[in-house]
């Protein structure tokens, strides 16, 4: 006679909400009902690394020095931050980005592990919808290098309506510099000239602060083959 498989309530994405930081840890570490022990251990972990927020700037090298953390743990980790960083980022094409606060929902979580300066490009059909996203240059501290022939390679090759350019200040304050200022005219003068313009330039900063060049006036609305297509105000 055939034994038959308990079958097991299968939990939904809404009862993890209200599961504490050190309970989620732990089932990420130690499977579905994680043992007094292992609670126990994500409790410290958690602590270790100064909050969860502390996972964002941790390095595979830093979370081992960890007590009780080894390579496969450490590396359980990081791809759990991982994976939940491309959750949030919502990376997937045809994402309509209508304003400067859901160009900022979308692609903060990319950038919250930086500490240079990276300049994307986003690129956009006519109704604002993401064709696609491309890093086009990887600074320092302090700058990013742009040259406005690879930051439009792409969006000349796969046809795109407009572009808006997304880049991080790993200062955390998002006031552009006099250098994001002139790059920015720059490369809307470029748009302008191959008929690809520039919607927006967004410079992230902080889990919550951003800078938006088009909600500040300093890029002119676009329009986008005879449709208003530009961002809500």
């Known amino acids: 006679?055939?034994?038959?498989?308990?079958?097991?309530?299968?939990?939904?994405?809404?009862?993890?909400?209200?599961?504490?930081d050190d309970a989620l840890l732990a089932r990420i570490l130690g499977g579905c009902y994680p043992s007094p022990r292992k609670l126990d251990f994500a409790r410290r972990l958690i602590d270790s690394a100064g909050g969860v927020?502390?996972?964002?700037?941790?390095?595979?090298?830093?979370l081992c020095e960890f007590e009780g953390v080894g390579p496969a743990t450490a590396?359980?980790?990081?791809?759990?931050?991982?994976f939940g960083s491309r959750v949030l980022s919502g990376r997937k094409e045809g994402?309509?980005?209508?304003?400067?606060?859901?160009?900022?929902?979308?692609?903060?979580?990319?950038?919250?592990?930086e500490s240079v300066e990276v300049f994307v490009c986003v690129l956009l059909d006519a109704k604002l919808r993401v064709i696609a996203a491309r890093e086009i240059s990887r600074g320092?501290?302090?700058?990013?290098?742009?040259?406005?022939r690879e930051a439009f390679r792409e969006a000349v090759r796969k046809s795109a309506?407009?572009?808006?350019?997304?880049?991080?200040?790993?200062?955390?304050d998002p006031e552009p510099s006099f250098e994001d200022v002139r790059i920015t005219k720059r490369l809307s003068d470029v748009g302008e000239l191959l008929g690809i313009p520039l919607i927006d330039?967004?410079?992230?900063?902080?889990?919550?602060?951003?800078?938006?060049?088009?909600?500040?006036?300093?890029?002119?609305?676009?329009?986008?083959?005879?449709?208003?297509?530009?961002?809500?105000?």
């Not at 927020?53 to 830093?62: C, N, P, V």
């Not at 590396?75 to 991982?82: G, M, N, W």
């Open 1 to 20: 006679m055939m034994n038959k498989r308990k079958k097991l309530s299968t939990p939904h994405i809404a009862e993890f909400s209200e599961v504490s």
């Open 161 to 172: 309506s407009a572009v808006i350019f997304v880049h991080n200040h790993p200062s955390g």
């Open 53 to 62: 927020g502390g996972f964002s700037d941790i390095d595979f090298t830093e």
């Open 201 to 233: 330039h967004i410079i992230i900063g902080s889990a919550s602060s951003y800078y938006s060049f088009a909600d500040s006036g300093q890029i002119k609305a676009a329009d986008l083959k005879g449709s208003r297509c530009v961002f809500l105000r």
């Open 75 to 82: 590396s359980r980790i990081l791809a759990a931050v991982e």
């Open 95 to 113: 994402d309509r980005l209508n304003s400067s606060r859901v160009v900022f929902d979308r692609f903060y979580p990319l950038f919250v592990r």
């Open 140 to 148: 320092t501290l302090t700058a990013s290098i742009v040259h406005p």
